[in-house]
């Protein structure tokens, strides 16, 4: 998601740039830039390249063991996004709506379509949903 | 989310955090960003929209990466592991600087005494290839004694080499002469080593070619000495002293012809990070004026909301740079006593303290002024926008009573006016009762001699009082100054836009980084 936005302005001039480009697609640097700056504005740690160090090596360990990344928004976050998304308690949300929590999630691919023939999508589904999507894109990275 | 904009509140800590660890340069992040999922802090304009969780994005301004840069030149297959390397060796600001410029425009001396200061390891030419524990040296000094030139592929091998080195990657290097030509430059920058700051030294030609004819060098330690500029004090270093090779009018002139066709082709590699330096001056000058530019950081594009405070005696011209700052960049213009008077105008429980005192002629008291200005500093558009702060604190105490309510400013400056032009700009003002039109009678005089019978002058005004104040600030000036760091010193003695063109620089140019001593 990072990555569509902020390339594209640019006029691929060389191959060598061509090359950064696709690096850069290819491990989601820059998708994992953003995680870890939210990360580091959210705890506001004394010392950020400690945190910063910290960070990288438990998602380095968490990338074998494919548990336990070290998630910003967990289940309960998303339970209570889901609450104020939906106020009058009807058991669930637009399919615009979902698709607009998934952009400000950073999880939606630009070319990744939405099923717009789902009228409802209930809470478990969204937290099914996003949960799968948040752990595909962390083993990625 | 509904898909709407509308903007939110993000806690202050969150930006003052930022700019002290200088989380934005690191991770280098945009003003801009795209919606619903960013954070817009943009100094000019001051909108602040986010989601609920701050996401930062990256930007594409490929000439100002520190981490990322490392990555897209090294292209690692282990990008995490990578960067988990970089944060250990955390040499993001170790001093990275080329030095070029003409035959004997001082190079090495600049040189040498950039390294002295700023604890860097300088690579020339000659120490590279001097080099007896590299093989790749070895072969360099065969072509080199042999007279010819070093092929730009063994040339570039050697740098790489030397710069793997780990005293080159913990304090930084200084490469003295070197690129040469293009070709050189292209090399070294598609090797992935890319300088923080180049700096070319100018003279005319004329110069130059007197001033090779008296150079001198002490072989034992390299430096480079002048029989008239620069001629060592100690007797020993003198009867040391050799005349080099190759410093006759003619060489110098081929040299010069050499260096001239092949820089104009260099300059334009390194667009944003150069600094030209005229070396027709002392050294002393010339080496001043490249620590300073060597030491300053370049503009970054990290969010920064400016806290500006303007210190300075009465009479400097405080209220009028922050109104035009305030003008100019959309920031609140805080001005202490503006703030208490409109308390007490405002009949409010907070003015209704204030007012005896201000019957009485007294100071306020700190702790009743610093309840006014936090609750205007904590409103939205000053945390927004930024502020400019003039009139407070005036003495030490109210300096740490700012401190510990949570308001440093980001920007300090001190406007030093000399005593007579204060009482020349103070003494001198009139204003005219019947319209209310305020005049100077030397920088604004009133246009006709009607308006000038009747002009009065404020009590305020008169000599003594002025002196008063002007004694009071001076008092208390030196405490103040110690107290904040990275102080910038403005000569208030100008013309209004000469000042505030100092101030505007001093407020877009990060603050320069301290040397690690």
Not at chain 1, 67 to 77: G, K, R
Not at chain 1, 91 to 102: C, D, R, S, W
Request: contains cysteine; proline residues 7%; glycine residues 4%.
């Amino acid at each position: 998601m990072a990555f569509e936005f902020l390339t594209r302005g640019l006029e691929l001039t060389s191959s060598r740039e061509r090359e950064a480009l696709l690096y850069l697609k290819k491990h989601r640097i820059l998708d994992l830039l953003v995680h870890l700056t939210s990360s580091i504005l959210f705890h506001r740690p004394d010392k950020p390249r400690e945190f910063l160090q910290d960070m990288l090596s438990r998602i380095k360990i968490a990338k074998i063991t494919s548990v336990d990344f070290p998630y910003l928004i967990d289940d309960s976050n998303l339970v209570s996004m889901f609450e104020i998304m939906d106020p009058t308690n009807q058991g669930f949300i637009t399919p615009v709506q979902y698709k607009e929590a998934l952009k400000n999630l950073g999880l939606l691919d630009s070319d990744e379509v939405i099923d717009e023939n789902l009228e409802v999508i209930t809470k478990d589904y969204f937290r099914k949903d996003v949960a799968r999507k948040t752990l595909k894109m962390w083993l990625s990275f | 989310m509904d898909a709407t904009t509308a903007p939110h509140r993000i806690p202050v800590e969150m930006p003052k955090y930022g700019e002290q660890h200088h989380i934005f340069e690191m991770m280098q992040v945009p003003r801009e960003a795209p919606p619903g999922l960013s954070l817009c802090l943009d100094p000019g304009v001051g909108n602040v929209a986010a989601p609920p969780w701050v996401a930062w994005q990256v930007q594409t301004d490929w000439s100002d990466w520190i981490m990322l840069q490392e990555l897209l030149i090294h292209q690692p297959k282990e990008p995490i592991q990578f960067m988990l390397e970089h944060l250990e060796r955390d040499n993001d600001m170790v001093p990275r600087i080329f030095i070029l410029g003409p035959p004997a425009s001082g190079k090495t001396t600049i040189a040498m005494w950039l390294c002295k200061h700023l604890n860097a390891s300088l690579i020339t030419l000659e120490n590279l290839i001097w080099n007896k524990l590299s093989g790749l040296a070895i072969k360099a000094l065969q072509i080199y004694e042999k007279e010819e030139a070093i092929p730009d592929f063994l040339l570039i091998k050697l740098l790489l080499e030397r710069m793997s080195k780990e005293e080159c990657v913990s304090k930084g290097w200084i490469l003295d002469g070197i690129p040469e030509t293009r070709e050189q430059a292209l090399m070294i920058q598609t090797s992935g080593i890319s300088p923080r700051h180049v700096v070319v030294l100018t003279a005319p030609d004329t110069v130059l070619i007197e001033r090779n004819l008296g150079k001198r060098v002490d072989p034992s330690n390299g430096e480079v000495y002048h029989t008239t500029f620069d001629w060592p004090s100690e007797p020993e270093v003198q009867n040391r002293l050799k005349i080099p090779l190759g410093i006759s009018e003619e060489e110098t002139v081929r040299r010069l012809m050499e260096y001239h066709r092949n820089i104009t082709r260099i300059l334009p590699s390194y667009p944003k990070i150069l600094k030209i330096i005229s070396s027709d001056q002392p050294c002393v000058d010339v080496f001043y004026q490249a620590l300073t530019y060597v030491q300053s950081q370049h503009r970054s594009n990290a969010p920064f909301t400016p806290k500006i405070l303007l210190c300075g005696p009465t009479g400097s011209g405080k209220s009028l740079q922050a109104a035009l700052l305030a003008q100019k960049y959309s920031l609140i213009n805080v001005c202490c006593g503006q703030l208490l008077k409109e308390c007490v105008a405002s009949n409010s429980n907070i003015g209704e303290l204030i007012r005896p005192y201000f019957q009485k002629k007294m100071r306020v008291p700190d702790q009743i002024i610093i309840k006014v200005l936090s609750s205007r500093l904590k409103k939205q558009d000053c945390i927004c926008y930024g502020w400019v702060l003039h009139g407070f604190p005036q003495d030490l105490d109210q300096a740490n009573l700012l401190n510990s309510s949570g308001f440093m400013p980001n920007r300090v400056f001190f406007l030093n006016v000399p005593y007579d032009s204060v009482i020349e700009r103070l003494t001198l003002r009139r204003t005219d009762p019947t319209t209310g039109e305020r005049y100077h009678l030397m920088y604004k005089p009133p246009p006709t001699m009607e308006i000038q019978e009747r002009l009065k002058q404020h009590p305020g005004d008169t000599e003594e009082k002025v002196k008063i104040k002007i004694d009071f600030f001076y008092r208390n000036s030196s405490l103040l100054e110690d107290f904040f760091d990275n102080v910038i010193y403005v000569n208030g003695d100008q013309d209004p836009y000469t000042v505030f063109e100092y101030i505007e620089s001093g407020i877009i140019m990060p603050l320069p980084t301290k040397v690690a001593q």
